[in-house]
């Protein structure tokens, strides 16, 4: 306790005590707000490239299950199917349109209610005996993009105070051995 009083005493008396501690919070205040913009912008870029690579995933692995599916019209199977793509990381809402002469045909698994949607939608394609491709349908699929704003917004506030305490503990240990 007489130590802190010390400081307090010290940097009411001395002027450069004060200036570098003024100048050391205001470096580290720029290099707070710097850093957090830096890791923000890397982390929402990181969540889009985990996005994209989970559209990728869905087109090569389950999309031709998806087509197979409706060019057999096995609803079971179709639902398995979606199932699948549902669990996939922050999907919220598949849609199947099957197209059946004039009448379309709508399947669909999630929550369709979503406040900031990413919807991404595939052909669904099958080859017939002759090697000529038909489409059959199409797959959206919507990822809900609030829940990586959460995500977004929780390790903001991390990277946050833990650059704030880093850089509390540097001014401190500044003042304290400038004193």
Do not use: C
């Not at 989970?54 to 998806?66: D, Q, R």
């Not at 406040?115 to 491709?133: C, H, K, M, W, Y």
């Not at 797959?139 to 917004?153: F, G, I, N």
């Amino acid at each position: 306790m007489k130590s802190v009083l010390a400081l307090i005493d010290i940097l009411k008396h001395s002027l450069l005590s004060r200036r570098i501690l003024w100048y050391t919070l205001t470096y580290g205040l720029i290099v707070i707000l710097i850093s957090s913009i830096a890791q923000l912008y890397w982390s929402y870029q990181s969540e889009l490239k985990e996005l994209e690579n989970t559209f990728v995933l869905i087109e090569k692995s389950h999309v031709p299950g998806i087509a197979a599916s409706v060019y057999a019209l096995d609803e079971e199977q179709l639902n398995i199917h979606m199932e699948g793509v549902l669990y996939s990381r922050d999907v919220a809402y598949l849609e199947v349109v099957q197209f059946s002469g004039d009448q379309q045909i709508v399947s669909s698994i999630g929550h369709s209610d979503l406040s900031s949607p990413l919807i991404r939608t595939f052909s669904l394609e099958q080859a017939n005996l002759d090697g000529v491709i038909s489409r059959y349908g199409m797959l959206s699929v919507a990822v809900d993009m609030s829940k990586v704003y959460q995500r977004l917004w929780s390790n903001g506030w991390k990277f946050l105070l833990m650059t704030v305490a880093v850089v509390g503990v540097i001014a401190f240990g500044v003042f304290l051995f400038s004193a």
